[in-house]
């Protein structure tokens, strides 16, 4: 439905209350997701029930309403705030006789128009396979556009949806197959990451919370000689889809890999959540998980709650979590930075503010880590480079029998050193 060359495309954004305690605030949020998709919201029309529809979603004097207001304000087509059947779009569209976009096929159109990655573009083409698969009906079949009615023509359009099924189902196979490969290799890094023992932390939450604005901040305060590995950031739902995998190396020499991961929103396709496990396979295996929060929003507590829901459905869980408090300069009489255990309140774009950050991010990552004293021998200076690279050195004198260093460092890194531990 993206429109960039041209006027954008005019929508009539609709939903069903259905009881759902948040339901305005999700309708706030279909009118983003649309104008995410370079749409033009030119109305908003609720149905306040308690069960949507089975056969048109909305009662019959809504669907005229829909109807008439469309005409009005010129509508394109109709938003809906809820994932459809098959039966209820067709029903839907021969009523008021114009197209209908669903939530789900509006996210699946912004991810399919932001996947950048290979491996992001083969998800997204799985999760929209497997939402047509269900969606093929005789009547969209050429076979079955032929003239003629009787059975006759009528087993000829079942053929041919029955074809239509193989070959989506084929297509699923085959991207999946090719998903695996990719998968396959980040398995091979994330286990060579294990191997040299350089923890992982992962920017998780809601899409436009501010994780690439944080990840981009945190690299500039520590490493600003490489502005190449900025990130793409955006105030826009999506702005990216793709994992960002960044080395930081703080003062102390200490490392770990930062990882921008996909945002989420309420009512996330179940396919699309399916389809990023992979992507998210960066948060599953993390050390430390950042969860980041537009705390400006005064939805922010809705949000956390999906976020949390969807990380559990991922199966993401028993991993420490740091709960950052983001846009704090947005939200008025708030003080910031302000730390209290594993919270924090912060603006990503306050240096002081993402300094107190990375000194909590460094507290939870090393400070379980144990104290050695090492003596190392003048003729081993590779010892002393290798406790440099790694280690956090807190003190250093030369004595008469070697260097005697006094550094933090991860138990699973000692073996090279080990011997040099004084007892």
Known sequence: MQETDMQPKKVLITGVSQRQTNFDYTMRELGELARADNLEVVGDVRQNIDQANHATYFGKGKVQEIKERAVAE?????????????????????????????????????????????????????????????????????????????????????????????????????????????????????????????????????????????????????????????????????????????????????????????????????????????TLAEAANADLLIHVVDYSDPNYLDMMQTTQETLEALNIKDIPVIEAYNKADLKPDTRYPEVDGKQIVYSARDEVAIDALIALINKQLFEQYPTHDFLVPYTEGQAVSYLSDRANITKQSYEEDGTLIRAQINPDLLGPVKKFVQK
Do not use: C, W
Request: no cysteine; net charge positive.
């Open 74 to 278: 010129d509508a394109d087509f109709i938003l809906v705030n809820d994932e459809l059947s098959p039966s209820q779009i067709r029903n839907l569209e021969k009523e008021l006789g114009m197209s209908i976009l669903d939530r789900t096929q509006l996210i699946l159109e912004i991810f399919a128009s932001r996947a950048k990655t290979k491996e992001a573009q083969l998800q997204v083409a799985i999760a929209e396979a497997k939402y047509q698969l269900p969606r093929l009906h005789p009547s969209e079949n050429k076979l079955d556009q032929q003239g003629g009615g009787g059975s006759t023509n009528r087993g000829a359009g079942e053929t041919q949806l029955e074809l239509d099924r193989r070959l989506i189902e084929k297509r699923i196979t085959k991207l999946k197959g090719e998903l695996a490969k990719i998968d396959q290799q980040q398995l091979v890094q994330r286990r060579q990451r294990t191997k040299n023992a350089i923890p992982v932390v992962a920017l998780v939450g809601y899409t436009n919370a501010g994780k690439s604005t944080t990840l981009n901040r945190i690299l500039q305060r520590l490493n600003p000689d490489t502005p190449e590995k900025q990130v793409f950031e955006k105030d826009m739902l999506f702005a990216t889809l793709d994992t960002s995998v960044r080395e930081i190396i703080l003062p102390n020499q200490q490392k770990f890999l930062l990882s921008d991961t996909v945002g989420f929103v309420t009512k996330l396709p179940h396919h699309l959540i399916q389809a990023f496990k992979s």
